[in-house]
């Protein structure tokens, strides 16, 4: 399939529609914010069963230090 291209004109044109809205005081990414918002919300996570514990004990202090890091990040991507 062909990939949908714009000319240079073309883009052009539209960088200065956006920045004449810019200009009259628009705030052009108040759609982009309000759907990032409403993508964010996340159900909370359900606590860690018995077996899972168990499984995290028996870790090397090495591979535990691994799991924290993971976890860490997993939560600050989605917060």
Not at 28 to 41: C, G, P
């Amino acid at each position: 399939k062909l990939i949908p291209s714009r000319s240079t004109v073309q883009v052009k044109t539209h960088a200065q529609m956006i920045m004449r809205r810019v200009d009259a005081g628009e705030d052009v990414f108040a759609d982009l914010r309000a759907y990032e918002n409403a993508t964010m919300i996340r159900p909370p996570y359900p606590p860690l069963s018995k077996e899972t514990i168990k499984m995290y004990q028996k870790l090397t202090s090495v591979d535990q230090g691994a799991v924290q890091i993971l976890l860490m990040l997993h939560k600050n991507k989605f917060s």
